[in-house]
């Protein structure tokens, strides 16, 4: 069984960081694209990254340049390190991997950016 939980979400000021994790188990993370999204009540799920099993990174052009993916195979872990935050980044932050044709989704982590 597939399983797949965030952590890291923070209320934080505009400007500042914050480093969400995923934790995978249940499937050979080596092997497998792993993905961050993020969703608020007024929009649908839309993607945030990626990261390749080869550790190619792909980001949504609103935040490339101020968030960063990367991966950790050993410890089956899968980060995104955000900075200049802003307020429209604010959002439940989930973690998605498809395995068996099957998509696999966290719980979330919830981001609030705010003064």
């Known amino acids: 069984q597939v399983h797949l939980v965030e952590s890291g979400g923070d209320l934080v000021q505009p400007g500042g960081s914050l480093r969400l994790t995923c934790v995978a188990s249940?499937?050979?993370?080596?092997?497998?694209?792993m993905n961050w999204y993020r969703q608020t009540p007024e929009k649908e799920r839309e993607y945030v990254a990626s990261i390749t099993a080869g550790g190619t990174a792909d980001y949504t052009d609103s935040v490339r340049g101020r968030f960063t993916i990367s991966r950790d195979n050993v410890r089956n872990r899968v980060f995104l390190q955000m900075n200049s935050l802003k307020p429209e980044d604010t959002a439940r932050y989930y973690c998605k991997v498809t395995y068996a044709s099957r998509d696999y989704w966290g719980r979330g982590t919830q981001v609030a950016v705010s003064s």
């Open positions: 249940g499937l050979n993370f080596r092997l497998f694209t």
